[in-house]
């Protein structure tokens, strides 16, 4: 049974900025180093086979949700960001994962200083080149990271796969939309959650709920839990700006890093490009990101509520001139949006049951990137679900 809150793709699910892509918002090699390199590399394959989970369920419910792909980019400038993701794919091709390529501008002034070790992970290239991937006009970035990328429409995919599950499962799965759950009882081996004037007794519970805190926990064996996971998670909402022009453009997938050294506090910027069907036709949407702002209390966050003038006055002036400078100045947006971005303590997706009651179990923390993971975590948790023993993992609650 599919509880939900709202409408099914009303959270982030159909609020983001459609990429698909595979990155944690921590460094590979910094994972490497947590984790080792066998757990490490194990979940970023993890994460990429959801290339191959998304094929086959588009392939067996054939919902018609069109899927982009592309090469797409990220922009560095500083010798950290070379030295940080050069590690990387020195580790991606030590493990077997998905090839990436770096590139680098003749022009970079830390040309020099690149160790000898990591000559053979990338290619010196022309500073037009690397204006060309990052479709920028000046010369801020000077480096690029390019690999597997797509774009599509995840809130189209959440309405496909639900009406698919209707129309082929009626005596399996049941779909209760605008129904909170609003308090979970976990037992010994069931659960009780109070939905409005309902109550629903199932054999487990897996919250699928992000960031969102509309609801209590009561774990009657094992311990307190419900401030053990808020403390857990730390939810920003993330901003979205976008316009629509002739149909055609090629897809993209672009970011671009704002902090001198990886790990920093600015939010990066990125673009999405992408065909959009709306109202009987079909246009390019380009969508602008980056800018976040801290939610003390998700309960009280309104999904409809317009972006603030000054995150509006950061996109014009800051995300637009970089990301999509042939925009004159100025203009309205044809879409605004945002939506909740729930980060782990760990910068990890929160995957497999919950250590003190595995009556529960999770499959939330997007860390900003959670089209794919989610779909990555959808199987880990069937797999769990159904009894199989899998190795430890990153993603495991503790
Ligand atoms: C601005 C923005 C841009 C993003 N861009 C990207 C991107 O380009 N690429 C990418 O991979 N990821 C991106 N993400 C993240 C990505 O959208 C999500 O991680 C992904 O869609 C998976 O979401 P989810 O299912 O975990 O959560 P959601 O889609 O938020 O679903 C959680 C659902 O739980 C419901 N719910 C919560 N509490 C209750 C309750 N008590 N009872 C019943 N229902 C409840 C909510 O109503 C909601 O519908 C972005 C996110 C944002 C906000």
Same mark, same amino acid.
């Given at each position: 049974m599919l509880v939900e809150r709202g409408r099914a793709g009303r959270g982030a699910s159909g609020r983001n900025a459609g990429q698909l892509v595979t990155y944690f918002e921590r460094p590979l090699c910094d994972l490497v180093d947590a984790f080792g390199f066998d757990m490490a590399t194990r979940g970023q394959a993890e994460v990429e086979a959801a290339w191959g989970l998304l094929d086959e369920m588009l392939a067996s419910t054939g919902a018609a949700v069109p899927v982009e792909? $592309?090469?797409?980019?990220?922009?560095?400038?500083?010798?950290?960001?070379?030295?940080?993701?050069?590690?990387?794919?020195?580790?991606?091709?030590?493990?077997? +994962?998905?090839?990436? !390529?770096?590139?680098?501008?003749?022009?970079?002034?830390?040309?020099?200083?690149?160790?000898?070790?990591?000559?053979?992970?990338? !290619?010196?290239?022309?500073?037009?080149?690397?204006?060309?991937?990052?479709?920028?006009?000046?010369?801020?970035?000077? *480096?690029? $990271? $390019?690999?597997? #990328?797509g774009c599509a429409n995840s809130a189209l995919l959440c309405q496909e796969l639900l009406a698919h599950m209707i129309r082929h499962y009626p005596d399996r799965f049941v779909f209760a939309d605008q129904s909170t759950a609003e308090h979970i009882v976990l037992g010994q081996a069931d659960a009780r959650l109070a939905v409005g004037r309902h109550f629903i007794a199932a054999?487990?519970?897996?919250?699928?709920?992000?960031?969102?805190?509309?609801?209590?926990?009561?774990?009657?064996?094992?311990?307190?839990?419900?401030?053990?996971?808020?403390? #857990?998670?730390?939810?920003?909402?993330?901003?979205? *700006? &976008?316009?629509?022009?002739?149909?055609g453009a090629p897809a993209t997938a672009t970011s671009y890093i704002n902090n001198e050294e990886i790990g920093g506090k600015k939010p990066y910027y990125y673009l999405t490009r992408r065909s959009y069907a709306r109202s009987g036709e079909v246009v390019t949407l380009t969508c602008l990101g980056g800018p976040e702002a801290v939610v003390m209390d998700t309960a009280a966050y309104d999904e409809n509520a317009d972006v603030p003038r000054e995150i509006a006055q950061v996109f014009d002036a800051q995300v637009r001139p970089l990301?999509?400078?042939?925009?004159? *100045?100025?203009?309205?947006?044809?879409?605004?949006?945002?939506? $909740?971005?729930?980060?782990?303590?760990?910068k990890i997706r929160l995957v497999?049951?919950?250590?003190?009651?595995?009556? +529960?179990?999770?499959?939330? &923390?997007?860390?900003?990137?959670?089209?794919?993971?989610?779909?990555?975590g959808? +199987?880990?948790? *069937? #797999?769990?679900?159904?009894?199989?023993?899998?190795?430890?993992?990153?993603?495991?609650?503790?």
């Open positions: 792909r $592309l090469v797409g980019a990220m922009g560095m400038f500083s010798l950290n960001h070379l030295l940080v993701h050069l590690r990387n794919v020195r580790i991606r091709n030590q493990s077997g +994962l998905d090839r990436e !390529t770096v590139e680098i501008s003749e022009q970079a002034s830390f040309l020099g200083r690149i160790p000898e070790q990591f000559r053979d992970l990338y !290619t010196i290239v022309s500073q037009a080149r690397i204006r060309e991937c990052l479709e920028i006009d000046t010369d801020d970035y000077v *480096a690029v $990271l $390019l690999n597997r #990328k054999s487990r519970v897996v919250l699928c709920t992000n960031g969102f805190n509309h609801h209590t926990i009561d774990n009657q064996v094992g311990g307190i839990l419900p401030q053990r996971l808020e403390s #857990k998670i730390h939810p920003r909402i993330g901003y979205m *700006a &976008g316009f629509v022009s002739s149909p990301a999509a400078s042939s925009r004159p *100045a100025g203009l309205d947006y044809d879409y605004t949006w945002h939506g $909740l971005m729930a980060y782990t303590d760990n497999g049951f919950e250590p003190r009651n595995p009556v +529960l179990m999770y499959n939330l &923390g997007c860390n900003g990137v959670g089209f794919l993971p989610s779909i990555a959808g +199987l880990r948790i *069937a #797999k769990l679900h159904s009894g199989h023993t899998l190795q430890p993992s990153i993603f495991d609650p503790s």
